[in-house]
């Protein structure tokens, strides 16, 4: 039997000669490949997968500003990423990892905890692709928000330190003490100063709180037959489809309860169907199908929106292991649970009657996010190091504590190849954005008029 004493100095030779595959000061060096693809052909191949008639909101959405395009492009960074040389360190990948997809949520006990909260690419993969889109994202949300250069790479800095004290935090944990592990949000908000910064946390979290179904109900629906709440018709965004194909939606409903947990048939049963509606959400996901479900309580009446979003290849499939999950959303939920300290009672799976795959979730589980748009150059740099440390978290769940550690190390040399890469990244990040203004400029590119 091996001993921990042994367990550990193997994992922490892997964690060095990884060192030797991918130096700490190689992390920094960003340049494109030779015959890199034209950014927009990426998006335009992804767009061909979906509702044709949201892609031109899904355009305007990116051409906001270089940070909402980084978010819709996690199909152009996979690409750059797996190009290039990788650790050979793997953890489960949020996929995804920019600053909007970290944020609050409740627990199935009713506490608001933080974490990353968007798993649609989520894949086994080389650890430092999750902390370079990380970091990105925190660099070009500084330089959007008018930060100077020396500002954006600072803050970007701060977010591969946090990763790095992350980890070595989870270290000094046994693995069912990481696995019990989260970040409780009034933890968070206790280390905040008493200043202008914590009176938005605390607005964030009170908001959070109150993004329930029944806060749904009062914004998304209205008045029906007999008193009966309809979800509101507000094309393109948010469209009824009512229950016309009861077949569909048997099929549907039943393939996702297979899904579940046993226990979790006796609380459905306690629930009927009332209506279902397309909703667009987000930037990347916007043109994917997208539904939410009204159900209420047979007894009390009380609402509960549950959401089925459609979930395709991750972006990052091309470039590494292939998922061990043929059905979409079940890698999607798999990957969910792995990397979340907790996770949503009601997440499973289903493929729909056109051999889509979806999965579930409860919609508006007391969700709440930062305003990025407003940070300052502290602020957003305090914000990308408490996401750097959740990120981290996450990752030794599946990956190794121990390695990770090793090849990181204990002094500055990966924050600083990080902060590089993202910097180097966030210029061609902005040159690509640029490309899209000009293919909406030529009229290659569709945009909707109104995104919102």
Not at 374 to 388: A, D, F, R, V, W
């Amino acid at each position: 039997m091996t001993t921990a004493a042994e367990y550990d100095r193997r994992a922490e030779e892997v964690g060095k000669q990884a060192r030797k595959r991918v130096s700490r000061k190689e992390l920094g060096e960003w340049g494109a490949e030779p015959g890199r693809p034209d950014p927009v052909s990426i998006l335009e191949k992804q767009n061909k997968q979906r509702v044709p008639e949201l892609v031109p909101i899904r355009m305007a959405r990116m051409a906001i500003s270089p940070f909402t395009f980084l978010r819709g492009s996690a199909a152009i960074m996979a690409y750059d990423l797996g190009c290039h040389p990788d650790t050979g360190l793997y953890a489960q990948l949020c996929g995804d990892a920019h600053l909007a997809n970290f944020g609050l949520f409740g627990t199935p006990e009713r506490n608001l905890v933080f974490d990353v909260n968007d798993f649609d690419e989520t894949l086994p993969g080389p650890f430092e692709w999750d902390v370079k889109r990380l970091a990105t994202s925190v660099a070009v949300a500084a330089l959007v928000n008018g930060c100077t250069d020396e500002e954006a790479a600072s803050a970007a800095e701060a977010s591969a330190s946090g990763y790095r004290r992350g980890v070595e935090a989870m270290t000094k944990l046994d693995s069912l003490s990481i696995w019990y592990d989260r970040v409780d949000a009034e933890e968070v908000l206790a280390n905040i100063p008493k200043h202008k910064f914590r009176k938005a946390a605390e607005k964030t979290m009170e908001k959070a709180r109150s993004r329930t179904s029944l806060q749904a109900l009062n914004k998304l629906t209205e008045p029906g037959p007999n008193g009966v709440p309809q979800i509101k018709n507000q094309p393109p965004l948010l469209v009824p489809i009512g229950l016309s194909d009861e077949k569909a939606v048997h099929k549907v409903l039943t393939d996702y309860r297979a899904s579940l947990p046993d226990q979790m048939d006796v609380l459905l049963d306690r629930y009927t169907v009332v209506d279902y509606a397309m909703k667009v959400v987000g930037v990347g996901s916007v043109g994917t199908r997208c539904y939410i479900a009204l159900l209420m309580d047979k007894e009390s009446g009380a609402p509960l929106f549950l959401q089925l979003k459609e979930a395709d290849t991750s972006v990052l499939a091309p470039y590494t292991k292939p998922s061990k999950y043929t059905q979409q959303g079940q890698r999607v939920v798999e990957g969910q649970k792995l990397m979340q300290a907790a996770s949503d009672i009601f997440l499973g799976w289903a493929t729909g009657v056109q051999g889509v795959d979806f999965y579930w979730r409860q919609f508006r589980d007391m969700k709440g996010s930062a305003d990025i748009s407003s940070m300052t150059h502290k602020q957003i740099s305090n914000y990308g190091g408490l996401c750097g440390g959740v990120l981290a978290r996450a990752h030794c769940r599946s990956g190794d504590p121990i390695a990770l550690n090793a090849y990181i190390g204990s002094g500055d040399k990966f924050d600083k190849g990080i902060r590089d890469f993202a910097m180097a990244y966030s210029d061609q990040n902005d040159a690509d954005y640029h490309r899209l203004l000009a293919a909406i400029a030529d009229g290659e590119v569709k945009v909707a008029a109104n995104p919102y």
